[in-house]
């Protein structure tokens, strides 16, 4: 059942075209990633459907209403802004419970609703506390807390974990997981960063200059990335891509088309007739390798098997793991 | 030590006492020259405490005019001006802050035209606007300027405040469905709060002062303000001085004390509000 | 924005609206359009079409006016917000006595009018005020400075009246001050601390935070200060020179204006005069507000 629906969108800024022509659709209960590189449009679509922004076209509904008219505070919808856009002058307490208090809902109620939902943030022993004297990480929960106060048909989240540090970002990623597990509404999460949308999403939309690429299940994507940008976004080191000269070394391809190869399906273990090039550096990151050949290549080996920099290797891709990419629209060819 | 003291060095409170010393060093003639005898001469020579010293010159201008009931008249005045005044600036500054694009920039081209349009421009017209209302002889045009916030200089300065906001704050208020007014009363406000001192500050140093629309407007003596009672002095008798300076020191004095309390308020320092959640 | 948001828009919009429209637009659409007319503020008035424009022209004492108005402006506006914004910075921390220090600056914006005049009435007495009398120190001869050259005469020398009255001006800007300490206090102190961190001198540190982080308020004290510059009535003024000394040297447009309409019952000509300010001053607004947009796309690189 679709909770949110967004339908024909567009939407123009003084001269660039936002959003064109977007179709999405959240299922009820899910985590919907939609992920892209910056200026893609994602932060214009996430404050059109909460009613910030007007569109030019196209219609927005939530949990079966047409709200593309309604205002804002309407829609029945929550939103973690990413600057957290807590109010410097009110307590953790107050900045909580400020969409009950402005809905006028009985002070005893506030007062339960938001024990609640700072205990499910994990503040709850920060409830006194003014915002300037939290670190970013509380922050970013008080400002969850306030979305998750109320009972909004979906949650929206504007890059939430953008601005905390590395650490944090991986901690409070596997926190909002479970605390979405624990509510099971329905939200939009937008980032640039794939890695988030990788493990976040129950499932991903890949936005591209106002346009969706591609939406489904992360490993769908990345497995069977529809065209070339959805390919080169997602995974992390990028994709390899050879150009029909270079790959005919492995594989022959057709002209006019891209050869792409996943780093992890780069092997180092080929027999002596296959390519050979030398490693020019290798990067130790915990458990895996980076190595970066000569042939312009990047392989991710196991950290224990990664050769020496400067060493000679045998290169080996197989057909099964390589994708071939129309040159001139990017979209995926089969393989013949 | 905060940033920028190493680099000033100990220069800082010198330099401020110095001048400090510059302007009060006037004042104290002006002060000084009050606690002489009434018509007496101005001193040749400058001379830090007058010989003899005497009160007198402040008991006669209080006798001469009523300068109590002006001094309380130029308080209900101010009251009656200034808080409006400020409430009113703030919300048109509010206002415009939430308009965008065309309406936005009509209203703040409106507020420059009016800040251009010479006073001299105004002073005959208004008379008679407020003369067909029958409101002359009264402290009406006095207070009327209220409306405009006393200027749309205090305007421009608000709605310059509040777009130094994250627009997010007031964007996540409109999402709970928060109006404009109660943004404005419960977010806005309480984030401006030195500005809005520094508002009712210049408010009241310019309803206080004000000398051309008592004198246009008010013809019974029983409403003048304090300007208007050191204008009836200075027409009595332009050359007693004692007596000029010490109605001078009267007007100056509360003014003054208002402001060395209130400047404690608005100008301490503090982590400017609003730019938290960074 | 919906109904109900409009609604409250509006709402705090009207007082402000109702204010400009009562006390400012109308009056001044009637005055000017009393430019055009020759009024004595008793009988009607009579349309005489842009006589009056023509007859400005060609008077002297305008022209005068005019000159004065302007070349003040020039100069002391710049003194002015120089002043204002070199006290602000000093006096924007916290130290002993710092209650002292701010109330002393801004006394004399606060000083009535009169007094103001009648305090420099004393001060410019090129005999005895005290500004002569320090610069005499240790000169020989009467009115000889210690630097040789004679000290000014102050009020009885147009030029040096003209200089006096900028003289009294630098010291009103109470309201410049007070305003730029509010937006000094208001600056992210997180800047400050980085500077600090990066070693920075004080003028770098003004040039490349304070001073960009205080424009818009500058500029819009620029505007002000201009606007005020050009048509203030400056009363101290009048109290210290009368317009005087002969001829006319510190007559500045608005003294024009006011001796037109009140003293020479020209209503209508003093109208002319003052829509031509108008039209003047907003010329010179405009041309501010170019040149600082030039600037600024030179400044955000």
Redo the contacts between chains.
């Keep these: 059942m679709t909770s949110l629906g967004v339908e024909g969108a567009r939407k123009h800024f003084g001269g660039v075209q936002a959003l064109d022509g977007v179709d999405l659709e959240a299922r009820d209960g899910e985590l919907l990633v939609v992920v892209g590189p910056s200026g893609c449009g994602k932060s214009t679509l996430l404050r059109c459907i909460a009613g910030l922004e007007t569109l030019d076209e196209g219609t927005i509904r939530i949990a079966g209403r047409d709200v593309t008219r309604e205002r804002p505070a309407a829609r029945n919808v929550s939103m973690v802004f990413q600057s957290y856009a807590l109010f410097p002058h009110f307590t953790v307490s107050e900045n909580i419970g400020f969409g009950l208090v402005v809905r006028e809902v009985r002070k005893s109620e506030v007062v339960s609703r938001v024990a609640a939902s700072a205990e499910l943030v994990g503040v709850s022993h920060l409830l006194a506390r003014r915002p300037a004297e939290l670190s970013g990480g509380e922050r970013q929960r008080v400002a969850l807390a306030r979305a998750l106060v109320r009972d909004p048909d979906a949650f929206l989240l504007d890059e939430p974990l953008s601005n905390l540090d590395a650490g944090m970002r991986t901690e409070m990623r596997t926190e909002l997981r479970r605390l979405h597990r624990r509510v099971g509404a329905t939200m939009l999460y937008v980032t640039h960063d794939q890695v988030e949308a990788m493990t976040l999403g129950d499932r991903i939309a890949v936005l591209d200059a106002g346009k969706v690429r591609q939406v489904g299940e992360p490993d769908d994507l990345y497995r069977r990335p529809n065209d070339r940008f959805v390919a080169e976004f997602l995974g992390s080191p990028r994709m390899n891509f050879l150009e029909p000269d270079r790959a005919a070394a492995f594989l022959r391809v057709p002209d006019g088309t891209i050869l792409g190869i996943r780093p992890e399906h780069v092997r180092l273990d080929g027999d002596a007739d296959g390519a050979t090039t030398r490693v020019e550096l290798v990067e130790l990151a915990g458990s895996d390798a980076y190595v970066h050949l000569d042939a312009g290549l990047v392989a991710r080996v196991p950290a224990d098997e990664r050769p020496h920099e400067g060493a000679e290797v045998q290169l080996r891709i197989s057909a099964g793991d390589a994708h071939l990419f129309d040159r001139a629209t990017g979209a995926r060819l089969p393989w013949t | 030590m905060r940033a920028g003291e190493r680099s000033w060095g100990g220069w800082r409170q010198p330099a401020a006492i110095a001048v400090a010393v510059a302007f009060l060093l006037p004042f104290w003639y002006l002060a000084s020259g009050s606690l002489r005898e009434p018509g007496a001469p101005p001193p040749r020579a400058p001379e830090l405490l007058p010989r003899p010293l005497s009160v007198e010159s402040y008991d006669r201008a209080f006798e001469l005019v009523d300068l109590g009931r002006y001094t309380l008249n130029s308080l209900a005045v101010a009251a009656l001006t200034v808080p409006p005044a400020v409430l009113f600036a703030s919300w048109a500054g509010f206002a415009i802050f939430l308009l965008t694009g065309r309406a936005r920039a009509v209203l703040i081209g409106l507020s420059f035209a009016a800040l251009m349009v010479p006073a001299t421009a105004l002073l005959v017209p208004r008379f008679a606007i407020f003369r067909a209302l029958g409101l002359t002889d009264t402290w009406a045009p006095l207070v009327a300027p209220a409306l405009l916030g006393l200027s749309p200089f205090y305007v421009l300065l608000f709605y310059w405040s509040f777009r130094r906001l994250p627009r997010e704050l007031f964007e996540a208020a409109r999402l709970e469905g928060m109006a404009p007014l109660a943004a404005w009363r419960r977010l806005a406000m309480p984030l401006v709060r030195p500005v809005t001192v520094a508002v009712g500050l210049l408010a009241f140093i310019a309803s206080w002062g004000n000398f051309l629309d008592p004198l246009i407007y008010l013809f019974d003596s029983d409403l003048y303000t304090l300007p208007l009672g050191l204008r009836s002095l200075a027409v009595l008798d332009r050359t007693n001085y004692p007596i000029l300076l010490a109605a001078a020191v009267v007007s100056t004095a509360p003014v003054v004390l208002v402001f060395a309390v209130a400047q404690r308020f608005f100008l301490h320092e503090d982590r400017g509000a609003g730019w938290l959640g960074r | 924005?919906?109904v109900?948001?409009r609604r409250?828009?509006?709402?705090?919009?009207a007082?402000?609206v109702?204010?400009?429209a009562?006390?400012?637009?109308?009056?001044?659409l009637?005055?000017?359009g009393l430019a055009f007319t020759e009024y004595d503020?008793v009988r009607s008035p009579s349309f005489i079409g842009i006589d009056n424009f023509s007859e400005l022209v060609r008077d002297d004492v305008f022209g005068i006016a005019l000159v004065n108005s302007l070349v003040f402006a020039v100069l002391a506006v710049p003194l002015r917000l120089g002043a204002a914004l070199a006290?602000a910075l000093?006096?924007?921390?916290?130290?002993?006595?710092?209650?002292?220090?701010?109330?002393?600056?801004?006394?004399?914006?606060?000083?009535?009018?009169?007094?103001y005049g009648?305090?420099w009435l004393?001060?410019f007495n090129p005999l005895?005020g005290?500004i002569n009398t320090l610069l005499q120190w240790r000169g020989d001869g009467p009115l000889l400075t210690a630097w040789g050259f004679q000290a000014p005469q102050w009020l009885t020398h147009p030029n040096d009246a003209r200089a006096a009255i900028i003289v009294m001006s630098l010291?009103t800007i109470?309201?410049g001050l007070?305003?730029l300490?509010?937006t000094r206090?208001?600056?992210?102190?997180?800047l400050?601390?980085?500077?600090?961190l990066e070693d920075?001198?004080?003028w770098a540190?003004f040039r490349r935070i304070t001073l960009p982080l205080m424009a818009?308020?500058l500029l819009?004290l620029l505007?002000?200060d201009t606007?005020f510059s050009l048509?203030a009535?400056f009363?101290p003024a009048l109290v210290v020179t009368e317009g005087g000394p002969p001829l006319y040297s510190t007559t500045y447009v608005?003294l024009f204006?006011?001796r037109n309409?009140f003293e020479y019952l020209r209503?209508g000509y003093?109208?002319a005069a003052?829509?031509l300010?108008?039209l003047l001053?907003?010329a010179i607004?405009y041309a501010q507000w170019r040149i600082v947009k030039r600037w600024r796309r030179a400044f955000t690189v």
């Design positions: 924005m919906d109900s948001e409250h828009v509006a709402l705090m919009l007082p402000y109702l204010g400009l009562l006390l400012v637009a109308i009056p001044a009637v005055t000017f503020l006290l000093l006096l924007h921390r916290r130290y002993a006595g710092i209650g002292v220090y701010r109330s002393a600056a801004v006394l004399p914006t606060v000083i009535p009018d009169v007094a009648l305090l004393w001060l005895y005290p010291f109470g309201e007070v305003v300490l509010v206090q208001g600056l992210p102190s997180e400050y601390d980085l500077a600090a920075a001198t004080v540190i818009p308020i819009l505007a002000r606007i048509q009535t009363v608005p204006v006011y309409a209503y003093a109208a003052t829509l300010m108008f001053t907003a607004i």
